[in-house]
Structure formats: structure tokens, C-alpha cells
């Protein structure tokens, strides 16, 4: 676990509201219809356009080409739900569900509810080893408390040796996403599960008779491998960056500090916003999650030079850096399972 002495609030409730107040003066809490227009209408020409084209080519193993393709186009409509989960697209929350399980269940597979369940969660309390379910135990561990709490040969192998296994795991990202969403579905803790379960039960039939129905039975396997592998990949590289190796919160923080103090921002081009969905700017987005992605590179600066002023560290860095730091941080917390009897 990271540690750091957190810099104490100044004056009690006032710190967050003054760079609202900043925020909103900029007019960047502004909707952005015509980005998004723009935005949602590239999504689906490509979407559409990598699905024809997969028919069009037929029986060939021409179609991994395409199942590259739409790896990278099914991980930009999860960016897009991810938007819409968060009312940046549109005003009310009918709306937002409605298109986001369009997007989520049927387009790509994934639980709307499921996963705004979930995000809402390490939203409310990012990198907090209880309460956060992103470093929660699972096939990875992210403190030494829950690496000293690993049971059995297996598990105590792959946390000595996750940092290695980080990005080849990754690539089973998009298949877990899917099995835990029929989990969720199953136990009825989402909502709309009706709707959701005809949803994503729509994509599963559709996708797996569009690969087994045009290509032969290697080549559909390969095509699955291939698209799920890379989607999941993608996906995961995209929200890596953000809070792992970054301090945990110990509940006494503020609004504005725990969210700055345990996430990380990423520099880059304006490419390296559409990659990443605007997740690159982290800290900007947990303070004013409803902000549409195009106005959180505006936003950075105002920022950073408040959090400057009040003595609150602002950590950006660069994106493969942003790796190392997450790779370092699985390879500390796995040490102490390195022993020579194991």
C-alpha cells in the first residue's frame, strides 16, 4: 500500500465549493450536444461499418483483421456508456439508462446496470481497500494485507507473480465483464433486469451465431480470441492509469482530497484523449463527473493551479510511466510471498 501524509483541509467545506465555483464560472460544467452528436454518430458508423464488413468478407481469415477492428470500436462504446452513465450525454437519468443499455447490453455485451453499480461505488470512495470494488481482492491484489491473506498454491503463485501476468490477464477483461454481468443479472441487483437480460441475451445469441454461422469452427474461435482478447486489453489499459500505485484514503480526507490525492492524471495529445475516452484526466473527472469529456482538458489547468495553491500534490504523469508505476506497485505488494521455500 501507498502511504503519504495527506494535506489537511484549510477551512472547513470551503475548499471544494470555491473550485466549483471557478468551474462553473468557465462555463465547463456546459452540456456539449453537438460533441456528442458528433461523437456517438462516428461510434456507431463504425460499428456498423466493421460488422458489414465482416459479412461482406465472409468465410476468411481475413475477418481477425475486423475482429481487431472492432475490439477497438466495442472499447470506445464502453467509453461511450461510461459517459452516459454518468449524465454527461443527456440531462436525466431515463434517457442516460436507456441509451447506455443500448450501448452496454446490446452493442458490446456488458451489464449497463451491472457495471454503473459498480463504478458508482470506486467513484464514492476510489482506492479504498473496502469500499472501492476496482482494488478489492481479486485475481489481482493491490495491499499487502489482502497479498498476506492469499490461501492456497495457486493464488500465492500468481500474486508473487502479477505484475508479469498484468497485461496477459487484461486480455480476459472483456469475457469477465460479461460473466459478471449475467452473475449480476442473475441475482437480480440490477435494475431493469428484464429489459437488461433480453439485452445482452440479443448480443450473446447474435454474436455467437454471426461467427459460427459464417465462419468455420477454428476460424470462429480464432475471431472470438482474437476480438474478445484485444477489446478486454484495450479496455483495461484505458482505466490502468488512474489510481493504481496511488495513495489509499484513510476516511478523514475532504471531497476534493480524496479524490485528487488517489488518482492520476495522464499528458498526452489530443490522440491520447480519444484513446483514452478523456480518462487521462482523472482527477478532473472524479471532482466533476458529470463534466463532458471535451471540456476536462480545459478544465486541467484550473485545476491543477488550485490544488497548487492549497499545497495539494497533483501527480500527472506520462502514459507508459503510468504503467511502470502500476506494474512497480503489483511487484511490491506480491514481495513478501517471494520467499525461497515458495
Not at 447490453?105 to 479504498?128: C, E, F, V
Not at 481497500?129 to 500465492?156: I, K, M, Q, Y
Not at 431493469?192 to 459464417?214: D, I
Not at 495539494?312 to 506497485?329: C, D, K, N, Q, W
Request: net charge positive; with cysteine.
Amino acid at each position: 500500500m501507498t502511504t503519504t501524509t495527506f494535506a489537511q483541509r484549510s477551512t472547513a467545506g470551503s475548499d471544494f465549493a470555491e473550485l466549483a465555483r471557478r468551474i462553473n464560472r468557465a462555463g465547463l460544467l456546459d452540456r456539449k450536444p453537438g460533441y456528442y452528436a458528433v461523437r456517438l454518430g462516428v461510434v456507431t458508423v463504425l460499428l456498423a461499418g466493421g460488422w458489414t464488413t465482416y459479412f461482406l468478407i465472409g468465410s476468411s481469415w481475413w475477418t481477425l483483421a475486423v475482429a481487431a477492428f472492432l475490439a477497438v470500436i466495442f472499447a470506445q462504446v464502453a467509453l461511450v456508456a461510461h459517459d452516459l452513465a454518468h449524465r454527461q450525454v443527456f440531462r436525466t437519468a431515463t434517457a442516460s439508462a436507456r441509451a447506455g443499455r443500448i450501448a452496454g447490453n446490446l452493442a458490446i455485451g456488458m451489464s449497463y446496470g451491472y457495471w454503473m453499480d459498480k463504478h458508482t461505488r470506486h467513484h464514492a470512495n476510489p482506492n479504498h481497500d473496502d469500499l472501492d470494488p476496482d482494488v478489492g481482492p481479486g485475481v489481482l491484489v493491490w495491499s499487502p494485507e489482502a497479498a498476506a491473506a492469499r490461501r492456497g498454491r495457486f493464488d500465492r503463485w500468481l500474486t508473487r507473480n502479477q505484475a508479469w501476468l498484468f497485461f496477459p490477464l487484461l486480455s480476459l477483461l472483456g469475457l469477465s465483464l460479461k460473466k459478471d454481468s449475467i452473475k449480476a443479472l442473475r441475482t437480480g441487483t440490477v435494475k431493469q433486469s428484464r429489459l437488461e437480460k433480453a439485452l445482452l441475451a440479443a448480443h450473446l445469441t447474435g454474436y455467437l451465431a454471426a461467427l459460427f454461422l459464417v465462419l468455420s469452427p477454428l476460424q470462429a474461435v480464432a475471431f472470438l480470441v482474437v476480438h474478445q482478447g484485444l477489446f478486454g486489453s484495450y479496455l483495461g489499459m484505458t482505466f490502468a492509469p488512474n489510481h493504481k500505485g496511488m495513495p489509499h484514503p484513510t476516511g478523514t480526507e475532504d471531497f476534493l482530497r480524496k479524490q485528487v490525492l488517489t488518482s492520476r492524471n495522464v499528458r498526452g495529445s489530443r490522440l491520447t484523449d480519444i484513446a483514452l475516452g478523456g480518462l487521462n484526466y482523472q482527477i478532473e473527472h472524479h471532482l466533476f463527473p458529470a463534466m463532458p469529456t471535451p471540456n476536462l482538458r480545459k478544465a486541467q489547468p484550473i485545476v491543477q493551479a488550485y490544488c497548487a495553491e492549497l499545497g495539494i500534490p497533483y501527480e500527472v504523469t506520462g502514459l507508459f510511466e503510468s504503467y511502470g508505476i502500476a506494474l512497480r506497485h503489483l511487484h511490491d505488494v506480491g514481495a513478501p510471498l517471494r520467499t525461497p521455500a515458495e
